[in-house]
């Protein structure tokens, strides 16, 4: 498994693009995608909201990692950094944020390589 995060807007599906030679027809949507889709993907992007729809249908999604790693071990996943600025108000969105984090972080530790990606430029941050 292979984790690409960064900020908003930041080029995370470009870099995957050039970096794996990944096509967009490979790309699954998490805002939208069936359970089904993302068990047999070969790159997720939007992972963050995949979990955001997961929590609003009442499900938990502590599980999720170990589901992947289970299900889809070869996944490349790309998600938003979820968390800087401002803690928002409401409860709901205080408690994505702190599992989408904590999500990522248990799959930072079971992946193969974690990539950042700023201004377009990508950089490995872990490699096992």
């Known amino acids: 498994m292979i984790l690409v995060t960064g900020g908003a807007f ?4 470009e870099y995957v693009i050039r970096q794996f030679g990944i ?3 490979e790309m699954t949507d998490g805002a939208e995608c069936s359970w089904d889709e993302l068990r047999q993907c070969r ?5 963050h909201l995949f979990i955001k729809r997961m929590m609003e ?9 170990e589901i992947l790693m289970e299900e889809n071990p070869d996944l490349i996943i790309v998600t938003n950094e979820v968390g ?10 205080r408690e994505y944020r702190e599992k989408c ?3 990522c972080c248990e799959i930072a530790k079971e992946a193969e390589e974690v990539h950042r ?3 377009g430029i990508g950089q490995v941050i872990k490699r096992a």
């Open 101 to 103: 984090g904590r999500i």
């Open 10 to 13: 930041q080029g995370k599906k």
């Open 23 to 25: 096509s967009t027809q």
């Open 84 to 93: 800087y600025g401002i803690v928002p108000i409401e409860r709901f969105e």
């Open 43 to 47: 790159c997720l992007v939007h992972f």
């Open 57 to 65: 249908g009442g499900e938990d999604p502590s599980d999720l990692c």
């Open 117 to 119: 990606v700023i201004c």
